[in-house]
C-alpha cells in the first residue's frame, strides 16, 4: 500500500532500512496533506452514517473556557430547535481551530486569538473581564503565590505592563480549568474571567483583590466566506444574542 501511495504522489515517502524507517523530504511535506486527507475521510464517513431526516451538519469548535456558560445552553437549545440538523462540537486550541476553519472542517469557530485569514471571517464574541482572585485576601500578591495562565497574547501584554513581577511565577498553565483546579488546591491567586469562578466568590472559597486592575480579553467568532448563510447564519445571530443578554 506504501509503495501504491508513492507511486501516486510521484515520489519516495520513506527511506527504509533495518531500524525501520524515516519520512523523506517529501514525505514530510506530504504529512501536512496526509492529516487533512484522514480528517475529511472521518468526516465523510460521519456524514454518511447520519439519519435520512437529517438534512445538514454544523461544526463548532471553541477554546475549553469560551465553552462555558451560554455557549453550551445553546447547543442544547439548538437540538431542541433545529433538530433537522446534526450538530458537532470539540474544544481545541486556536491554531487548531483555525486550521480547521481554513479546511472546512469547522463551520464556526470561537477563540481569543485569530489569525486574519483570506475567506474567513471574524466577529466580536464576548469581552472577558478577568479579575485577580486569591484565595487567601490577608496574603501578599506576588510571583511565589502567582498562578499563571495562558490565556492570550494580548492578556500577557497587559499583565506585563501591569505586574511585569508576576512573570517570574514557577507555574504556568495553558488553561483556566487547570489553573482553576491548582488554586483550589494549593492557595495562591490569578486571573480569571468573574464568571468562571461565580460559585467560589459568592461561596467565600476565593476573593477578588480589589485593588488590582481589570483586564478585558476579547473573544471572537469565525466563519468560512462560502458557508451555507441560510443554516449557518441564523445560528450564528443565535449564539451572539445568548452571549449578549
Known sequence: RIRMLEETVGGAL????????????????????????????EAARREIGLPDDVRARVAIGARFGLWDGEAVAW??????????????????????????????????GIMYTPQRRPNLEQLPFMIERLRLITSDPHNSIGPERYIHIEWAPEFDAQLASEFPTLFSTRITVNIGWLGLQYLRTTGGCGYFPERFVGPQLESGEFHIVEEAPVLDLPSWLVIRDDRDRSLIDPMVASLLDSVRR
Open 14 to 41: 520513506f527511506v527504509r532500512n533495518q531500524s525501520g524507517a524515516v519520512l523523506t523530504v517529501a514525505g514530510a511535506r506530504f504529512q501536512v496533506h496526509a492529516v487533512r486527507i484522514v480528517r475529511a475521510f
Open 75 to 108: 447547543l442544547v437549545r439548538q437540538r431542541q430547535e433545529r433538530p433537522e440538523v446534526a450538530v458537532r462540537a470539540e474544544i481545541a486550541f486556536e491554531p487548531e481551530l483555525m486550521q480547521e476553519l481554513i479546511d472546512g472542517h469547522l463551520d464556526i
